[in-house]
């Protein structure tokens, strides 16, 4: 669950609300060790998806950095061309 998190600072453009909710979403499943919570956890699940996505946000906002923003169709090939070399696939098409 959690490789599904991905590196939200330091990207043009900036990380949207979506992008960190996601996030967010994949730290609460992966701690409390289920994707779909029953009906009696739905609430304090919910919950806590929000707090944690709301905390990122700020942090987000607040770290600073020297370094040029990264591009993300950049990195996404980067991040291709690794999984093609550590699985040993010919080609890293998507």
Same mark, same amino acid.
């Given at each position: 669950m959690c490789r599904n998190i991905r590196t939200l600072h330091n990207f043009a453009p900036p990380a949207t609300d979506d992008?960190?909710?996601? /996030? /967010?979403?994949?730290?609460v499943r992966k701690i409390s060790g289920t994707s779909?919570?029953?009906a009696a956890n739905q609430a304090a699940f919910d919950r806590a998806v929000a707090e944690? &996505?709301?905390v990122t946000e700020h942090l987000l906002a607040d770290l600073v950095t020297? &370094? /040029?923003?990264?591009?993300r169709a950049v990195e996404a090939a980067k991040a *291709? &061309? *690794?999984? &093609?070399?550590?699985?040993?696939? /010919?080609?890293a098409a998507t």
């Open positions: 992008e960190v909710r996601a /996030a /967010a979403l994949q730290y779909k919570p029953s944690i &996505a709301h020297s &370094a /040029a923003p990264k591009d *291709r &061309a *690794r999984s &093609a070399e550590r699985y040993g696939r /010919a080609s």
